[in-house]
C-alpha cells in the first residue's frame, strides 16, 4: 500500500511563498498525509485532500515540506498502532527545524488509534494539534482554523449525527483509473479480537443515489474500475430510489449500467453475509471480477466460536462451494490469525486444512495480536510468542505455494489487463490481471487506462509478466 498520499495538486500557477511561516490560513500552504491500515484509510485519505484543497493546502513532497501534517492511522494490531508514535517522534523533530526557521506546522492524527486514544494522544506526543475520528474528519478545514485561533490541541472523536459524506466536498478530478469509493462503514459483528467496532462505530450504509453519483465522477475522470469498501461490504443495506434497503448484489448490476465502467471489485466480505443475489451476480454480471476477499480467520470450530465469527468450517467450505458454482473461474483470498488464545496444535491443523481443501489464489495472515478493550484481549490463556511465530512461518509456506499454484497455472493463458501505471523500466506498463495480480508487459503509453489482452509467460513471487496480443 502507499505510504504517502498527498493533495490532488490543482493546475495552475505555484502560490506566493511569501507568507511561508505564517500559521494564518491562506494559499500556499502545503500538506503530507501518510497513511496506515486498510484500503478505507486510503479512501479517507484521499476525501481529505480533497476537502483540504477546498482549503487551499495543495500536495507536500515531503514532512519537511509540510505546514501541516496528517497520520491517518490503524489500530487493528499492536504493531500497527505504535508505527504511529516512532513516527511522530520524528514529526517533532522536523517540526522544531521548521519552527528554528520560523515556519509552523500543525499535527493532526486520525483514523482509527486518533478514535480509539483519543487525548491519549496529545499526553504522549505534545506534538499533536488535532485528534480527529474517521467519522469526523470532514471537520478537519474547521478545526484547524480553531486549534490555531485557540493555539491548542483539539480533539475530535465524536460519532456525529450528521453524515460525513453529505458534507464532504464532491470527488474532485482524479487522475488515475481504478479507485476506491466506501460504500459501507463500521461493523456490528464484533469478533473478540477486532478493535473495528470501537474504532468505526455501527454498521452504515450509503445511499444508492449518493453510490451512483460518486461512481459517475469518478468515471467520467477516467477511472474504469472501481473497488467498493466496506469493512463489512456485503452487508451493505443501503437506501435505493424505491426507498427500499438495496443489497450489495443489487448495488453492483445497478453501477454495472455505468458506461465506461468496466471493472466493479468489493471487499471486505464476512462469510456471513455473502447472500444469494450476491453469490448469483458473480456468474452473471461480467463487470463483476472474478475475485473474491473473503476471510475465515481460524480452522477449528471452537476456536471460530470463540472468536464469535458466527461461521463454522463446514459453512465456509460449503459457502466457497456455491459460490464456485455460480462463478467456477474465481481466485480466492483470505484473512488468517494464528495463534489466538488458547488455539491448540491440533486447531492451527484445522487452519491448515482448511486451506489445503479450499486452495487459495492471495491470503494475508497474522499472529494473534492482544487488542485493547476487546473480549479476547483479557483472555489468559494466550499463546507464547514463539509458537505464534512458528505457526505463521508454516502458514505462509503453505499459502506462499497455493499462490504459486496459481500464478504458474496463468501462464500460457491470455488474460484482460487493466494498465494503470508506468512500470520499473522504461516501456514497460503494470496493470492487474481479473484476478487482482499486478502484471507487467511492454506497452505503448496510450495503452495506459485501457483493457489489453496480456499472455502470460511468466511469473514471480508477486506478480505476472507478459505479452500484449492483438494491440
Ligand atoms: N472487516 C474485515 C477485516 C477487518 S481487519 C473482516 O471482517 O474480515 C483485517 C484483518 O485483520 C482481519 O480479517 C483479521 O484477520 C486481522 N485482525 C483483526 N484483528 C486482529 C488482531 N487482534 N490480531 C491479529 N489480526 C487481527
Ligand atoms: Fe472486525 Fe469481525 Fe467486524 Fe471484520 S467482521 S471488522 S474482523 S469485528
Ligand atoms: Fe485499521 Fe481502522 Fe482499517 S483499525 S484496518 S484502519 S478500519
Given amino acids: 500500500m502507499d505510504d504517502r498520499l498527498v493533495t490532488e495538486a490543482e493546475e495552475g500557477e505555484e502560490p506566493s511563498r511569501s507568507d511561508a511561516g505564517a500559521a494564518t490560513p491562506g494559499p500556499g500552504r502545503k500538506v503530507f498525509i501518510k497513511t496506515f491500515g486498510c484500503q478505507m484509510n486510503v479512501y479517507d485519505s484521499e476525501r481529505m485532500s480533497e476537502a483540504l484543497a477546498g482549503d487551499g493546502y495543495r500536495e507536500a513532497a515531503s514532512i519537511e515540506d509540510a505546514d501541516l501534517v496528517i497520520l491517518n492511522t490503524c489500530h487493528i494490531r499492536e504493531k500497527a498502532a505504535e508505527k504511529v508514535y516512532s513516527d511522530l517522534g520524528r514529526v517533532r523533530v522536523i517540526k522544531e527545524e521548521r519552527k528554528a526557521g520560523g515556519r509552523d506546522t500543525m499535527v493532526a492524527v486520525v483514523g482509527c488509534v486518533a478514535q480509539a486514544e483519543g487525548a491519549e494522544i496529545v499526553a504522549r506526543a505534545p506534538v ?235 491470503a494475508y495472515s497474522f499472529k494473534y495480536s492482544v487488542r485493547p478493550g476487546t473480549p479476547a484481549g483479557k483472555l489468559d490463556d494466550q499463546v507464547p510468542e514463539e509458537v505464534k511465530a512458528e505457526r505463521l512461518a508454516r502458514l505462509q509456506t503453505l499459502l506462499e505455494a497455493q499462490q504459486a499454484a496459481f500464478s504458474a497455472a496463468c501462464v500460457g493463458r491470455t488474460l484482460p489487463v487493466l494498465f494503470d501505471k508506468p512500470g520499473r523500466h522504461p516501456g514497460q506498463l503494470v496493470g492487474r490481471s481479473p484476478y487482482l495480480q499486478s502484471v507487467h508487459a511492454e506497452a505503448p503509453g496510450d495503452a495506459l487506462g485501457r483493457i489489453l489482452p496480456v499472455e502470460i509467460s511468466s511469473f514471480g513471487p508477486n506478480s505476472l509478466a507478459g505479452v500484449i496480443r492483438g494491440h
Fill in 128 to 362: 499533536v494539534d488535532l485528534v480527529v475520528g474517521p467519522q469526523s474528519y470532514h471537520r478537519l478545514p474547521e478545526l484547524l482554523t480553531r486549534s490555531r485561533a485557540e493555539k491548542r490541541a483539539l480533539v475530535d472523536t465524536a460519532f456525529p449525527e450528521e453524515e460525513k459524506f453529505d458534507h464532504l466536498p464532491a470527488r474532485m478530478r482524479t487522475h488515475s483509473f481504478t479507485a476506491f469509493l466506501t460504500v459501507q462503514e463500521g461493523c456490528d459483528k464484533f469478533c473478540t479480537f477486532c478493535v473495528v467496532p470501537y474504532t468505526r462505530g455501527m454498521e452504515y450504509s450509503r445511499r444508492i443515489a449518493d453510490v451512483e453519483l460518486e461512481a459517475q465522477k469518478l468515471v467520467d475522470s477516467g477511472v474504469r474500475e472501481i473497488t467498493l469498501l466496506g469493512q463489512n461490504v456485503n452487508a451493505y443495506h443501503g437506501e435505493g430510489p424505491d426507498g427500499r434497503a438495496w443489497s450489495l448484489g443489487k448495488l453492483i448490476r445497478h453501477l454495472a449500467r455505468i458506461d465506461g465502467l468496466e471493472r466493479i471489485r468489493y471487499t471486505t466480505s464476512h462469510p456471513r453475509d455473502m447472500d444469494e443475489d450476491l453469490i448469483a451476480a458473480h456468474g452473471e454480471e461480467p463487470k463483476l471480477m472474478p475475485y473474491l476477499h473473503l476471510p475465515f480467520q481460524a480452522g477449528a470450530d471452537r476456536i471460530l466460536a470463540a472468536m464469535n465469527r458466527k461461521h463454522t468450517a463446514a459453512d465456509y467450505v460449503d459457502l466457497v462451494a456455491r459460490i464456485r458454482k455460480a462463478q467456477p473461474d474465481l481466485a480466492l483470498s483470505t484473512d488468517i490469525i494464528v495463534g489466538f488464545p488458547g488455539e491448540r496444535d491440533e486447531e492451527f491443523e484445522q487452519t491448515l486444512a482448511l486451506i489445503e481443501t479450499i486452495g487459495f489464489a492471495q
